[in-house]
């Protein structure tokens, strides 16, 4: 019929060709197994989303946001910005515990204790707690050098992100963070580790007290990145452009602190006894993928949405 629609003729196809017996009744039996079923399942589900890109809009711009994304190497940008994270996160712990002792109570629990405690900051604090043996000049002389190592990285991480950011948006290089960029980093970092912290004690409280939790590490989350990303580079655009960008970031790291304290928290153990300290990098080296790959989903969200705005507004015109 000249009616039917595309994608539920493809879908029909895929289950003749699931369901339909071999042709040579002597043979063999060639039905498909469970993970080629899954395979055509998915294949046909994705034609019958991509028959219907036309007719909707949402759906198009899902697409457009993940060909940016493959068009710009997500997934390399992610890596750079995973690998950056993970050299600053490390010294910002080591400096944090060293000289202020704001995650110390972390710092005398097993790997898997501290990241159910405190999240990714007490996993941190777990990796680096035999500062707090030190003597008071060895700690003066570690102090300063983390702090150096923590400048450096603080500053390669701000770096890296506004390259990414430029990339995705597809913008020609122009300007250059300001020498303040990495102390904003800092207190943003700090701000989001003492949040978490605070969520997991509301979390510890009560069953009531753990939607606050969730909702407070989403809400802080979204705010930080929501900030950042005026401050980036992008096109001009109205501020309400970046909010879904910054949605998407919120909730995603509200679900990683989730993964941390589940997930996580039990790979942490498994490998910290088999590798040590290794075990705790390979862990953190995951998470801070994760991070990366969701900051970068953001800014084609973003870049991809306003573009798709500004092409409208100009057919419109015209």
């Excluded at 039917?4 to 003729?9: C, I, R």
């Excluded at 400096?95 to 898997?112: D, I, R």
């Excluded at 809400?219 to 401050?231: G, Q, R």
């Excluded at 080296?285 to 970068?296: K, S």
């Amino acid at each position: 019929m000249t009616g039917d629609d595309p994608g539920d003729s493809q879908v029909e196809r895929a289950d003749t060709a699931l369901s339909e017996p071999s042709g040579d009744s002597g043979a063999p039996s060639s039905t498909p197994s469970r993970w080629e079923r899954l395979r055509l399942r998915a294949q046909s589900t994705r034609s019958v989303i991509e028959a219907r890109r036309a007719d909707s809009a949402s759906i198009d711009t899902a697409f457009q946001a993940v060909e940016r994304d493959a068009q710009t190497g997500g997934g390399v940008l992610a890596a750079a910005v995973a690998f950056r994270l993970f050299m600053f996160l490390v010294p910002y712990a080591f400096v944090m515990l060293t000289g202020l002792g704001l995650v110390s109570t972390a710092a005398g629990q097993n790997p898997k204790d501290a990241a159910h405690s405190a999240g990714i900051g007490g996993l941190l604090a777990s990796a680096v707690a035999s500062t707090s043996t030190m003597s008071l000049a060895d700690r003066i002389l570690a102090i300063i050098l983390g702090g150096t190592a923590l400048a450096i990285t603080a500053r390669s991480l701000v770096r890296v992100l506004w390259i990414v950011h430029r990339l995705i948006w597809g913008l020609k290089p122009s300007g250059n963070p300001t020498l303040w960029a990495p102390v904003i980093l800092f207190g943003f970092v700090t701000v989001l580790f003492g949040v978490s912290d605070l969520a997991t004690w509301l979390d510890a409280q009560s069953i009531g007290l753990r939607l606050l939790a969730i909702v407070l590490t989403i809400v802080t989350s979204a705010a930080a990145w929501f900030l950042a990303s005026l401050w980036l580079p992008h096109e001009e655009c109205e501020w309400w452009a970046l909010l879904p960008g910054a949605g998407i970031v919120g909730v995603g790291v509200g679900l990683l602190h989730v993964l941390t304290i589940t997930y996580v928290a039990h790979e942490v153990s498994r490998k910290s006894s088999l590798y040590g300290a290794i075990g705790i990098s390979l862990a953190l080296l995951l998470w801070t993928y994760f991070a990366g790959r969701l900051l970068t989903a953001a800014i084609a969200t973003n870049a991809t949405l306003w573009r798709r705005r500004s092409d409208q507004n100009t057919g419109s015109s015209t």
